[in-house]
């Protein structure tokens, strides 16, 4: 099995009511369904933030000019497609005052196959979901970049 550090940043989209959008992957290779917040993989001289924002973007359509420069340190590790990521991915905070309209504007192929949906959780809600969410502990995160934003 390969590992990976591959520079990577997430954005923690907050509506309103406190709720966070997550998005639903299954893994062709372990079959493994879970949640994740929007992001991924940071492109060769790109920063942390403009990737964040170019994220949101391809992946739920919502405008990355959203995205604060707010933003906290989540250690991760977790399996993908057959590789195992051990890294550090800067969570980005990006909050709307009603949940907009999630639509995937530019997955990539293996993005088209693993995506199952979205949806808007509150913390409680987060926490009872059937399959697992990552990072563990993201309700934590929400709360460490909320309070951090203000």
């Known amino acids: 099995m390969t590992i990976s550090d591959r520079p990577a940043a997430r954005v923690v989209c907050v509506d309103g009511l406190g709720r966070v959008l997550l998005l639903r992957w299954r893994d062709s ?3 493994v369904v ?28 919502l405008p990355g000019e959203a995205v604060d420069d707010v933003w906290v340190p989540v250690p991760r590790d977790f399996h993908w497609l ?8 800067p969570f980005y905070l990006a909050r709307f005052a009603e949940p907009p309209e999630v639509a995937p504007a530019r997955f ?3 993005e088209l196959d693993a995506y199952q949906g979205h ?9 009872a979901l059937p ?3 990552e990072p563990p502990g993201l309700p934590r995160i929400v709360a460490l970049l909320t309070n ?3």
């Open 148 to 150: 951090r934003a203000g």
């Open 108 to 110: 990539t192929g293996e």
């Open 34 to 61: 879970f949640w994740e917040p929007p992001g991924g993989g940071t492109d060769p001289g790109e920063a942390p933030l403009d990737a964040a924002r170019r994220e949101l973007t391809e992946e739920t359509g």
């Open 82 to 89: 057959g590789v195992h990521y051990v890294k550090v991915e």
């Open 131 to 133: 399959e697992p969410v």
């Open 119 to 127: 949806g808007w959780f509150t913390p409680a809600q987060i926490a």
């Open 29 to 31: 290779v372990s079959g």
